[in-house]
């Protein structure tokens, strides 16, 4: 099992511009549709980009329900937002775990 992590900025064009943060959200949904993915949490935090701060968005997800390629699914994801929010880059992080899903 894996743990994705994506890092979605808030600013474009060279950090003159900023997207609203119901902007960002609904391009993480619509490409997360588009990718399949059916399944994430958000965190709002407060992060940096060549020294300037800036709002971002991380978006949490595990690996499954995900394809038989999760890393490609995910960069595939992380590649459409990047194009949709005119980003630099989107940071990826994916870390091993172990998870339980509790249920009845």
């Not at 399949?36 to 020294?51: D, M």
């Not at 890393?71 to 880059?89: M, P, S």
Request: proline residues 5%; contains cysteine.
């Amino acid at each position: 099992m894996k743990r994705f992590d994506l890092y979605i900025g808030h600013n474009y064009d060279n950090g003159a511009s900023t997207w609203a943060p119901e902007t960002v959200l609904e391009e993480i949904a619509t490409w997360a549709r588009c990718s399949g993915i059916q399944g994430f949490t958000l965190t709002s935090a407060e992060g940096y980009w060549k020294g300037q701060p800036e709002h971002t968005t991380i978006v949490t997800l595990f690996s499954f329900g995900l394809n038989e390629s999760p890393e490609l699914q995910v960069k595939a994801f992380a590649a459409g937002i990047r194009e949709a929010l005119r980003q630099e880059c989107v940071l990826v992080v994916s870390s091993p775990v172990q998870t339980a899903l509790v249920t009845p």
